[in-house]
């Protein structure tokens, strides 16, 4: 199983951008996916999950109502649109991925770097 995200990039405080991540492979059947961040001395944290039979959605209070995770069945593929960027949203995503609707994680991506210049 692999899983390739794309989308990070630089950008000024107040832009948007939008991550995706595809699920390839032999895979069990999808609980739910998620997005996870990790800033420079700090530890990994959880930013946004979806479960994938309902679309239900959570996300961290620090990006509530800037951050919308999406997915497409179909693609076996995940977004996240990320708007009015702050210089604290820098960090290298991880998307994920779970057989179950809560974790734990079973596959990680390899990572894409946002940084958000103030």
């Known amino acids: 199983v692999q899983l390739q995200a794309s989308g990070g990039g630089l950008v000024q405080a107040g832009d948007s951008l939008r991550l995706s991540c595809a699920v390839s492979?032999?895979?069990?059947?999808?609980?739910?996916m998620a997005w996870f961040r990790q800033a420079p001395g700090k530890e990994r944290e959880s930013v946004a999950r979806?479960?994938?039979?309902?679309?239900?959605?959570s996300y961290a209070d620090s990006v509530k109502g800037r951050f919308t995770i999406s997915r497409e069945n179909a693609k076996n593929t995940v977004y996240m649109q990320m708007n009015s960027l702050k210089p604290e949203d820098t960090a290298v995503y991880y998307c994920?991925?779970?057989?179950?609707?809560?974790?734990?994680?079973?596959?990680w991506g390899h990572g894409t770097q946002v940084t958000v210049s103030s």
């Open positions: 979806i479960l994938w039979a309902t679309g239900s959605t």
């Open positions: 492979g032999h895979m069990f059947s999808i609980g739910s």
């Open positions: 994920s991925v779970s057989s179950r609707p809560i974790g734990p994680e079973d596959y």
